[in-house]
């Protein structure tokens, strides 16, 4: 029986490789451990992230040959720029691309010099129109937000809704998510609001019914 526990790296690579544009990790939160100041993983939208999956252009080729080999892309996918950085023999893995070529890369985030950037482990070359693919996956999976005219339109639905089905002897909560179609946390807020000023009430949990 292999009882081998695995390499930090190896546990790394377990670790979900997260659909993100460039933008959201040069702004996410940076967890910092240790006196290293190493970083243990960046916050995007409430998720603790180590690994990056994202498509972006190159923008620069570095390579440095010799003893201590070395080398770069830069990546820009409208949102942002970071770079890829290898050493040793993974410098390898960039030879084939070139300025203005499409990548997908899935990779490692890391910190150094207050600098974020990439350890590729996979970089393949992609159709220019993957970029608008991506964005669009990212834009449907970040959390939707509301502004306050948005939130008091959404108040104003809810009521509707538990007022109309008054007749029926309420309305399921669940149904009201099903029907708004807007984020279930901001609707499940406006709800509470509603039961704490009266409005509404349950008459068990998961109903409501109109109170007035």
Not at 55 to 83: H, M, P, R, T, W
């Amino acid at each position: 029986m292999n009882t081998q526990l695995p390499t930090t790296q190896e546990a790394l690579k377990r670790k979900v490789a997260y659909k993100v544009r460039i933008g959201q990790i040069n702004e996410a939160k940076q967890n910092i451990e240790g006196e290293q100041g190493r970083l243990r993983n960046i916050e995007i939208d409430g998720k603790e992230v180590v690994r990056v999956n994202l498509v972006a252009n190159v923008i620069d080729k570095f390579l440095q040959e010799g003893e201590k080999k070395y080398g770069s892309l830069g990546l820009d996918d409208a949102s942002g720029q970071i770079k890829v950085k290898l050493f040793g023999d993974d410098t390898k893995k960039i030879e084939s691309f070139n300025q203005g070529d499409t990548v997908l890369v899935i990779g490692l985030v890391r910190l150094w010099n207050n600098e974020l950037y990439l350890t590729p482990e996979i970089i393949k070359k992609k159709d220019p129109s993957f970029l608008l693919v991506r964005k669009l996956e990212v834009e449907a999976q970040t959390p939707k937000t509301l502004d306050r005219s948005q939130i008091a339109d959404l108040k104003d639905k809810i009521l509707t809704m538990v007022k109309t089905a008054e007749a029926d002897g309420g309305i399921d909560i669940e149904k009201i998510i099903m029907e708004l179609k807007e984020p279930p946390n901001t609707i499940n807020n406006e709800i509470k609001k509603l039961l704490e000023d009266g409005l509404c009430y349950e008459p068990r949990p998961g109903k409501l019914r109109y109170l007035g």
